[in-house]
Nanobody
Framework: QVQLVESGGGLVQAGGSLRLSCTTS????????MGWYRQAPGKQRELVAT???????NYADSVKGRFTISRENAKNTVHLQMNSLKPEDSAVYYC???????????WGKGTLVTVSS
């Protein structure tokens, strides 16, 4: 069974920074894509950023230029550096991975980010 655990969330003032990390455990042969998603109260979960095993990245327009996703393939770990945070970035942030050969997706339980104005 594959498990993902997010960390690094918390309360920060607008303009501040946070670094989220997602560590994995379990039987993992190879990971295809990894990514971060978020869900604010009353809203649908949305994509924040994704990264392929080769390092290609994709960002939501709302976070481009402020957030940076990175991964450590040897550790099956993914990070999200969040700068210039805004109150509208407040949400529960979830980590997701997709296994390469089965295309099965796994999610973490999320970490709460709160940005005060």
């Amino acid at each position: 069974q594959v498990q993902l655990v997010e960390s690094g969330g918390g309360l920060v003032q607008a303009g501040g920074s946070l670094r989220l990390s997602c560590t994995t455990s379990g039987t993992i042969v190879s990971i295809s894509d990894m990514g971060w998603y978020r869900q604010a109260p009353g809203k649908q979960r949305e994509l924040v950023a994704t990264i392929t095993s080769g390092g290609s990245t994709n960002y939501a327009d709302s976070v481009k230029g402020r957030f940076t996703i990175s991964r450590e393939n040897a550790k099956n770990t993914v990070h999200l550096q969040m700068n210039s945070l805004k109150p509208e970035d407040s949400a529960v942030y979830y980590c997701k991975l997709q296994l390469r050969y089965t295309a099965r997706n796994y999610w973490g339980k999320g970490t709460l980010v709160t940005v005060s104005s």
